[in-house]
């Protein structure tokens, strides 16, 4: 069965170092998302990509991020320069389709856990 | 500001008991409401997907929604000590982009 692939599944990194995380959604897939989870809370939505653009971005997703789909497969989420509280499991996302129900489910690839000291 | 809320639990029932799971919604404009599973430190597995009120049944599983009490639920039938997981409510609202709104999430253990 096709799977969401991320990659790495553990980054550690400095304060104020760039790290970017890569995805590999779901290959006839048209909506990709990335999502954070800080440890003990909730799943938290920061940004839809859609037909090579962002499509909607949460006030979370400030200028330290970008995403950017570099070929035919990959999805990435930069960070530009990290924060201690960007210290989070990041979850890539794929959906299918435009719209019908059967296109609504979101795909969560393992996640990358991202320690910044 | 979209809230999706749930009880965090721990909801404990015995294995081969029926767990009720709930999530209330505050945007009465969502359409799309989904079940998903989190073991801890692995990502949200999907379980159930529902958009229509009354009840669907995969196995299992039985999600319920009633969009006018904005509440929709998950029961597990035959509960396993294989289902202890944290179940996490999700809504989505709009058309095109349908960015997930997650719950807290209720852990649920059951009990050999």
């Known amino acids: 069965e096709p799977e969401v692939t991320q990659t790495p599944s553990h980054q550690v990194t400095q304060m104020g170092q760039e790290v970017i995380l890569r995805c590999v959604p779901i290959?006839?897939?048209?909506?990709f998302y990335w999502y954070r989870q800080i440890l003990g809370q909730k799943v938290e939505f920061l940004v839809s990509?859609?037909?090579?653009?962002?499509?909607?971005k949460s006030e979370i997703f400030d200028d330290q991020f970008s995403v950017e789909r570099p070929d035919g497969s990959n999805f990435t989420l930069k960070i530009r320069s990290t924060k201690l509280e960007d210290s989070a499991m990041y979850f890539c996302?794929?959906?299918?389709?435009?719209?019908?129900?059967?296109?609504?489910?979101?795909?969560f690839g393992p996640g990358t856990r991202l320690t910044v000291l | 500001q979209k809230e999706v809320e749930q009880n965090s639990g721990p909801l404990s029932v015995p294995e081969g008991a029926i767990a009720s799971l709930n999530c209330t919604y505050s945007?009465?404009?969502?359409?799309?409401f989904f079940w998903y599973r989190q073991y801890s430190g692995k990502s949200p597995e999907l379980i159930m997907s529902?958009?229509?009120?009354g009840d669907k049944e995969d196995g299992r599983f039985t999600a319920q929604l009633n969009k006018a009490s904005q509440y929709v639920s998950l029961l597990i039938r035959d509960s396993q000590p294989s289902d202890s997981a944290t179940y996490l409510c999700?809504?989505?609202?709009?058309?095109?982009?349908?960015?997930?709104?997650f719950g807290s999430g209720t852990r649920l253990q059951v009990q050999p």
């Open positions: 996302a794929s959906r299918g389709g435009s719209t019908g129900k059967g296109t609504d489910t979101q795909y």
């Open positions: 290959s006839n897939h048209l909506y």
């Open positions: 990509f859609y037909n090579n653009e962002i499509s909607e």
């Open positions: 945007d009465r404009v969502s359409q799309s």
């Open positions: 529902i958009y229509s009120n």
């Open positions: 999700a809504v989505t609202t709009d058309t095109g982009r349908r960015a997930l709104t």
